[in-house]
């Protein structure tokens, strides 16, 4: 079963805008992970945010973790035709009793960046 | 070491054959995980091993799948009597087993069952 639900299903935006997509998740978690995967390819990790965090930073992107709402955010800045793939967050609940012992990933974002 | 390797990386099979795929995790990991992907769908968890012990499997993971890690280091899925809707892409990820690290996947096997 897939915890995490990614929205929007898919974003089309013009090279050097900002892209936000958004991901909420059903149980309690010990960190939230965003990948990202090129089209016939593997997953690449991007960042981890713990729970106990609000917000991380890795060059141009930026999420955030809201517990209470049990959703989170990553935004990427200043888009380039190579960020264009599928984003999926992934929650992992090990130790935290929300259940699985691997990731649980959502469905994903399609990214679509324009030139 | 340059990541985690799956082969083979397409796979085209006859429906009721038995087709095995191996993973070669990064060697420090100790944890090494498979996961199935559909179309527009995200990866779907099927089993996972802290070195040579397999410690969860999905209830996706049917009679007819199977997988090993024998000596704790490379892995095996198998799937028996395959059937079309098998087919999607397979793919395989290792961590350390201490939490808070991101996976590292591989380029996935791509199961077509005709």
């Known amino acids: 079963s897939q915890q995490g639900e990614e929205d929007p299903q898919a974003l089309s935006i013009q090279e050097g805008e900002n892209a936000t997509m958004n991901c909420s998740y059903k149980t309690s978690i010990n960190n939230l992970q965003w990948y990202r995967q090129n089209s016939g390819r593997g997953l690449v990790h991007l960042i981890l945010?713990?729970?106990?965090?609000r917000e991380k930073h890795s060059g141009r992107l930026r999420v955030t973790l809201d517990t209470s709402k049990k959703s989170s955010s990553l935004l990427i800045t200043a888009s380039r035709a190579a960020d264009t793939a599928s984003y999926f967050c992934?929650?992992?609940?090990?130790?935290?009793?929300?259940?699985?012992?691997?990731?649980?990933f959502g469905k994903g974002t399609h990214l679509i960046i324009q030139p | 070491d340059t990541g985690v390797s799956q082969d083979p990386r397409h796979k085209i099979t006859k429906r009721g054959q038995n087709v095995t795929f191996r993973c070669d995790p990064i060697?420090?990991?100790?944890?090494l995980y498979w996961y199935r992907q559909t179309l527009g769908q995200g990866p779907e968890f099927l089993t996972y091993f802290q070195n040579e012990a397999q410690l969860e499997k999905s209830r996706l993971l049917s009679d007819r799948f199977s997988a090993e890690r024998p000596k704790g280091s490379f892995s095996t899925l198998e799937i028996q009597r395959t059937e079309q809707g098998d087919s999607a892409m397979y793919l395989c990820?290792?961590?350390?087993?201490?939490?808070?690290?991101?996976?590292?996947f591989g380029s996935g096997t791509r199961l077509t069952v005709v």
């Open positions: 990820a290792s961590s350390p087993w201490t939490q808070g690290h991101g996976y590292t």
């Open positions: 945010i713990r729970s106990n965090e």
């Open positions: 060697s420090e990991h100790n944890r």
């Open positions: 992934a929650t992992d609940a090990r130790g935290s009793g929300g259940g699985a012992d691997g990731l649980t």
